[in-house]
């Protein structure tokens, strides 16, 4: 039995499903994963060194004009195969959560709800001061040219700076989010996890803590990803051309 197979017959035996998912399932959307090198203005930084509050505190302007760009980046994309999967999975009846690290907008846009976003959204902004929400009137929302950088507005209440609504390194998960994720994944049957390295804790130990639970752990990644368990079905891959075949291998009217 092929890995697809036996990944067909887990999907059709098991309803309650969590997707987890991290930038290679935005890929195929044009959206840079944190293992692609940066372009343009942002190749000579380091990703992990420009999410941090530090930095942030050092140049405002660099880290806001970074997220700004981003957006634009995501404002541009559209989801791809991989994201329609799950919202589509769930439309014909499976009990699907999605839990994402991505801070894009895309499972949202494929029509996937609830998503929890264990890392937070490029989509609000809070007050880097006074911690509350902020709203961004879109003239604030303009697009850095090249080597242009912005600073951030300020908050309405404090007349702190803005920043990303977004998690950083260093920094707690949001505890609703990080509860509603684990309590989802204790009690899910399989989960499916979608172009993540793993690297990121304590998003990374999702996997081992589904299957600790009893669930089946399906991994989609263009590299080997799998710690090899009994429990566990490595499908290699790209996540848009993955999940659509995983669908309909299980028989998933779409
Ligand atoms: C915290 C938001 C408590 C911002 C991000 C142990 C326990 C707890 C914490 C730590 C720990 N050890 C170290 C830490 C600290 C740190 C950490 O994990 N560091 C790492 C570098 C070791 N963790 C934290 O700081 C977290 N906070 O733990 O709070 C605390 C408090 C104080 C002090 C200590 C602890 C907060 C981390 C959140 C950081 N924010 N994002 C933003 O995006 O701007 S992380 C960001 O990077 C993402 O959210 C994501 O989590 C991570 C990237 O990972 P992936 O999504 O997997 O993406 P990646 O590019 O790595 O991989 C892509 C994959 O896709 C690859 O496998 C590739 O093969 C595959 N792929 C590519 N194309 C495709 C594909 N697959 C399928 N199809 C394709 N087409
Ligand atoms: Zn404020």
Redesign the pocket.
Known sequence: MTNLQRAAEALRAFKKVVFFT????S??SGIP???DKLTGLWTKHE??RL?TANAFRENPALVWSWYLWRRHHVGQAKPNPAHYSVSQLAVAGWDVSVVT???DDLHERAGSSPVIHL??SLMDVKCFACHRPGTLASAQLETPEEEQLIEPPRCARCGGKLRPG????????PENSWRSAVRRVKSCELLVS??????????AAIPDMALAAGATVIH????D?GFGGTDEIMLLG???MVLPALLKAAGVAV
Not at 22 to 25: E, L, R, S, T
Not at 166 to 173: I, M, T
Not at 194 to 203: K, N, Q
Request: glycine fraction near 16%; charged fraction near 10%.
């Open positions: 991290g930038a290679g399932i890929a195929e994963t944190f293992r990703p992990q999410e690290q991505n801070i890392h937070g977004v998690v950083w390194f260093g920094e707690n998960l979608v172009g993540t390295s793993g690297v990121v804790m304590p998003a989609v990644n263009i590299e990803v790209s996540a848009g």
